[in-house]
């Protein structure tokens, strides 16, 4: 059984704001109703400042309780203060969330991110940013790069992971990818002799190198391989190819990298 604050159950008993805003500035939306859970909130906004705000929400009294307490933290503030409210800051308002519902106070703070952005005429995040990262776990704000480095620090397991950065400690919607991360990165306890790490390099590169080099009358063969250091001959079209140095590096370092070790470094033999 959750235990809830008594700021939640006030919340979800009384909420705040509810409703809609004829002629709002800006509109901002998060969840779907297939997940359980929608919230649409409206904002009314002079001068840059959020004058009144209100939402319509579809989902458990933590979904409303979150989008409640969120429409009274930001009536008042400008745009720009309200920007920096997180999903931890909606949580903590409400004296904290079970971390099975922490996903609600992300949904406040999508729809209000996404209203702001309305407002301001600015491109869906999902469009935008290639280079940003990735988030896996919304609930704790917690980057595939994070988990990866736990990961490689020593964490085995799902449960080693939430103690490190809680991570799947709240809603579980990211512990498939999670999971995923674990059985990439986890080290192996065997480790491959010189003989075994050289065969399997020749492996990814044939299996998986040669194929799609060849489809444009390419190929590669290896050289040589000192330590991490692997040197590869590109042959066919490959060796003429003015894009060779990317294709080193983006796709054959890559592949190395994943399959073999991650601290691969390839090196061309002209």
């Known amino acids: 059984m959750w235990e809830y604050s008594n700021k939640v159950k006030e919340h ?19 969840g779907a109703l297939a997940c359980g859970d929608k ?13 009144d705000a209100k939402f319509q929400t579809f989902g ?31 949580a903590d308002e409400l004296d904290g969330l079970p971390p099975e519902k922490m996903h609600c106070s992300v ?18 995040e999902e469009n935008k940013k290639e280079n ?3 988030i896996i776990c919304n609930c704790f704000g917690v980057s595939e790069a994070e988990i ?8 085995k397991t799902l449960d080693d992971i939430k103690e490190i950065n809680y991570a799947g400690g709240g809603c579980a919607r990211c512990v498939p990818n999670i999971k995923m991360l674990l059985d990439r990165y986890s080290k ?19 299996t998986n190198v040669a194929g799609e080099l060849g489809k444009d009358s390419g190929g590669i063969e290896l050289v040589n391989v000192d330590n991490k250091d692997v040197y590869v001959k590109l042959t066919g079209t490959c060796s003429s190819c003015k894009n060779a140095a990317l294709t080193l590096k983006n796709f054959v370092e890559a592949q190395l990298r994943e399959h073999v070790d991650e601290q691969i470094n390839v090196i061309e033999v002209k």
Do not use: W
């Open 12 to 30: 979800y008993k009384n909420p705040k704001n509810v409703g809609s805003i004829e002629n709002a500035d800006a509109i901002g939306e998060a």
């Open 39 to 51: 919230l649409k909130i409206y904002l009314k906004i002079d001068n840059g400042i959020i004058t």
């Open 60 to 90: 458990c009294g933590s979904a409303v309780a979150s989008s409640s307490i969120l429409t009274e933290m930001i009536i008042g503030k400008t745009v720009e203060e309200a920007r920096k409210i997180t999903n931890k800051d909606i």
């Open 107 to 124: 949904m406040g703070h999508e729809a209000l991110e996404d209203a702001l952005k309305n407002y301001f005429g600015e491109e869906k």
């Open 132 to 134: 940003a990262e990735k």
């Open 148 to 155: 990866i480095k736990a990961i490689k620090d020593g964490a």
């Open 188 to 206: 192996k306890d065997t480790q491959l002799n010189p003989v075994q790490f050289i065969l399997k390099i020749n492996k990814v590169l044939e």
